[in-house]
């Protein structure tokens, strides 16, 4: 996924002869925004919120099983909503700055605002000033110990697209990243970090890694043109039996984080529900299918709500 939208998050189509596929949207809403800031919201991927709602679902799972009180999870929500906006397109910028001489040579993404020279390298590094700025503001209004993880956090993000260049398990960084908002949002809502939020944190890592496999098979034919390496790649036609291992264990450790947070009697049936939607992901892939590929993908958007619910539920 590459910070929901670097070079993967358009895949699909290849320069081998298929059929381009992408999920980009350049003609939708950001048409309508003023033609000097549409580059800088397809830089931010604004035109495809789901690599936003990824970044954010593991800090709803917190809220919904930690959150003192409803107000307090509703104001946590609407502010992490804003950060994993802001800093998920700040992703999006670090990604393509590092990427724009490969993106060039790749059709479907040669249009990118970096790599077309749309924007300039030294315009977007301005922005991503502007966009950690004021991620930083809304990181300051947590207590201390969000604060310290929200800094710590901008190493694996800074390490990303180094990750894909030098090991297959690019998506392993990623998972440290994007599940961040588990530890994070545990941490903001009860100022603490214990076993709870560690395995919140873990279960997330998994669920990612698995997702984040499917979704480079969009990308595996090209990642082999440019020398990309990546989960999808590594494991070729063994993904699926990778992809059980890794949602049986995240599954597993959603149970552990219900367990010792003490859960009511209504979080186990409902939990059952996410479970069924992964099993479903595991049964249907089809690697040599990139559209299927990217629809599995996107349908843990509901596989992370519906976790949400199971901890909402288990508080009623």
């Not at 189509?13 to 919201?41: C, E, K």
């Not at 201390?144 to 894909?164: E, M």
């Not at 669920?207 to 969009?218: K, N, P, R, S, V």
């Amino acid at each position: 996924m590459d910070m929901g939208g670097s070079r993967g998050t358009e895949a699909g189509g290849t320069d081998t002869g298929a059929a381009p596929h992408t999920d980009i949207r350049a003609r939708g809403w950001v048409a309508q925004l003023p033609s000097a800031w549409q580059p800088y919201a397809l830089l931010m991927r604004l035109d495809r919120p789901i690599g936003v709602w990824l970044l954010l679902l593991p800090g709803l799972w917190a809220f919904a099983l930690a959150a003192p009180d409803w107000r307090t999870g509703l104001w946590l929500t609407l502010l992490f909503a804003l950060g994993a906006t802001i800093m998920r397109g700040a992703g999006c910028v670090v990604n393509d700055l590092w990427d724009r001489e490969l993106d060039k040579k790749v059709s479907r993404t040669a249009s990118r605002p970096l790599a077309s020279g749309a924007v300039s390298v030294k315009k977007a590094v301005a922005f991503l000033g502007v966009l950690l700025l004021l991620g930083l503001a809304i990181l300051l209004t947590l207590n201390p110990l969000s604060i310290v993880l929200g800094v710590v956090s901008l190493v694996p993000v800074a390490l990303y697209p180094a990750a894909k260049r030098v090991t297959d398990w690019p998506q392993a960084v990623l998972g440290l990243t994007f599940s961040w908002a588990a530890p994070l949002g545990y941490a903001a809502a009860t100022g603490r970090l214990d076993a709870v939020g560690s395995f919140l944190y873990a279960a997330a890592f998994l669920w990612i890694l698995a997702y984040d496999t499917i979704y480079a098979h969009q990308d595996r034919e090209d990642d082999i043109l440019v020398g990309i390496r990546s989960t999808a790649r590594h494991f070729g036609e063994r993904t699926r039996p990778f992809l059980a291992i890794c949602y049986g264990g995240a599954v597993v450790l959603l149970a552990l984080a219900g367990w010792l947070g003490g859960m009511g009697p209504w979080f186990w049936p409902v939990l059952l529900l996410p479970a069924a939607m992964l099993a479903w992901q595991v049964a249907r892939l089809d690697i040599h299918n990139p559209a299927l590929c990217l629809r599995l993908f996107q349908s843990n958007r509901d596989v992370g709500l519906l976790i949400a619910l199971a901890f909402l539920a288990g508080r009623l």
